[in-house]
Each structure stands twice: as C-alpha cells, then as structure tokens.
C-alpha cells in the first residue's frame, strides 16, 4: 500500500517561512514526480511545485521565487516556503507519480495570519 507521510504545516505570521516534507513509502526507483499542490476552499487542487526524478522542478506561478521544492535523492520531497502571505493559506497535499498512478497525502494545513 503505498503511503505519503506529510509534516511541516502549521501556524506563522505573514513574513515567515515553513517547511512541509513528504515522505513516500515506495522505492525511489520507481518515483517518476513528486510534488505539492493546495487547495483553497471550494476551489479545486492547484500546482504548487514539482520535482521529477531527474530533477526538473516545475512551480505554480504565484510562488515563484517564494517557494523551493527540493528532494533527498530517496523518497522524500521538501517545500521551503518563505515570505509567506495570509493568500497562501490553504490545505497542501503531498503528490506522488508511481507507475504513472497519482496518489495524494492526507494534507497540510497552513495558516498565515496577517
């Protein structure tokens, strides 16, 4: 059964920075992409970032230059988000391409206060 493992979300103030991780319960070798989309209430799931198996990071528009998507070369995928504002408040869900098959983490809450 595959299983995504999220942390890192939380409470911060307008400004600050958090760090969600995402760890896979699959073999590295057969991750194609993982990455962290949001949604925001009664709007549908949007891309937040990207990072595919050879390193090709892709980014939603609105959190470019904010946010950075790395990964630890294994099974797990980080977001650095950074200069945070109370628009970015929103459940974040860890994704994983496996075999071509999308799977979705639980989410995140984050919350940016004024």
């Known amino acids: 059964q595959v299983q995504l493992v999220e942390s890192g979300g939380g409470l911060v103030q307008a400004g600050g920075s958090l760090r969600l991780s995402c760890e896979a319960s699959?073999?590295?070798?057969?991750?194609?992409?993982m990455g962290w989309y949001r949604q925001f209430p009664g709007m549908k799931r949007e891309l937040v970032a990207t990072?595919?198996?050879?390193?090709?990071t892709n980014y939603g528009d609105s959190v470019k230059g904010r946010f950075t998507i790395s990964g630890d070369n294994k099974n797990t995928v980080y977001l650095q988000m950074n200069s945070l504002i109370p628009e970015n408040t929103a459940d974040y869900y860890c994704?994983?391409?496996?075999?071509?098959?999308?799977?979705w983490g639980q989410g995140v809450q984050v919350t940016v206060s004024p």
């Open positions: 994704s994983l391409d496996w075999y071509r098959v999308i799977y």
């Open positions: 990072l595919t198996s050879v390193n090709k």
């Open positions: 699959v073999s590295f070798f057969s991750i194609t992409e």
